[in-house]
T-cell receptor, first 113, second 111 residues
Framework: DQQVKQNSPSLSVQEGRISILNCDYTNSMFDYFLWYKKYPAEGPTFLISISSIKDKNEDGRFTVFLNKSAKHLSLHIVPSQPGDSAVYFCAANGNFGNEKLTFGTGTRLTIIP | DVKVTQSSRYLVKRTGEKVFLECVQDMDHENMFWYRQDPGLGLRLIYFSYDVKMKEKGDIPEGYSVSREKKERFSLILESASTNQTSMYLC??????????FGDGTRLSIL
């Protein structure tokens, strides 16, 4: 039972354009969401987060949007750069905090120069 | 900068062996976690710990145990390794209400 779903295993985007990565969840008790980025042969690194009291959080080129009624969040990267090529995982937690995160299956983003 | 160090990057063991994976963090974090990452399945939580000598089962604890005798160290133990435990193992740590920081992983092959 996959409670956090990333339905696109891969995504290719032209350099300079917007990358949009999507994530859906089924557990209505989740109230804190995170995005992690993972390069090959490295551990995931934290990118950005959002709590359920907000619908948008922005950090430089990265913006996360949360639609609670649709149980959907998305990560926007503008403009996309070659260094953004990585696997992106969304994660969710039901405790305002991040003990026991539930991760999605990941989306491999490739930025085409 | 937070440093989470996993003792081995690559490990090859045989079925039936007892396997120890070690993880050390240097930031006095309360929480430590063990995940495995498999293609198409994302990261799945095996065990986590809120404090020394405390442990909680994650989503897939079968075939594994853990030990946390000191705050900075969290060990994952495969009691009797099997081929379906071939995977990438990731350790993470965090302070309460802060993002988890991950090590670079141990790629474990069970032959």
């Amino acid at each position: 039972d996959q409670q956090v779903k990333q339905n696109s295993p891969s995504l290719s985007v032209q350099e300079g354009r917007i990358s949009i990565l999507n994530c859906d969840y089924t557990n209505s008790m989740f109230d804190y969401f995170l995005w992690y980025k993972k390069y090959p042969a490295e551990g995931p690194t934290f990118l950005i987060s959002i709590s359920s009291i907000k619908d948008k959080n922005e950090d430089g080129r990265f913006t996360v949007f949360l639609n609670k009624s649709a149980k959907h969040l998305s990560l926007h990267i503008v403009p996309s750069q070659p260094g953004d090529s990585a696997v992106y995982f969304c994660a969710a937690n039901g405790n305002f905090g991040n003990e026991k995160l539930t991760f999605g299956t990941g989306t491999r983003l490739t930025i085409i120069p | 900068d937070v440093k989470v160090t996993q003792s081995s990057r690559y490990l090859v063991k045989r079925t039936g062996e007892k396997v120890f994976l070690e993880c050390v963090q240097d930031m006095d974090h309360e929480n430590m976690f063990w995940y495995r990452q498999d293609p198409g399945l994302g990261l799945r939580l095996i065990y986590f710990s809120y404090d020394v000598k405390m442990k909680e089962k994650g989503d897939i604890p079968e075939g594994y145990s853990v030990s946390r005798e000191k705050k900075e160290r969290f060990s994952l133990i495969l009691e009797s390794a099997s081929t379906n435990q071939t995977s990438m193992y990731l350790c993470a740590s965090s302070k309460n209400n802060q993002p988890q920081h991950f090590g670079d992983g141990t790629r474990l092959s069970i032959l």
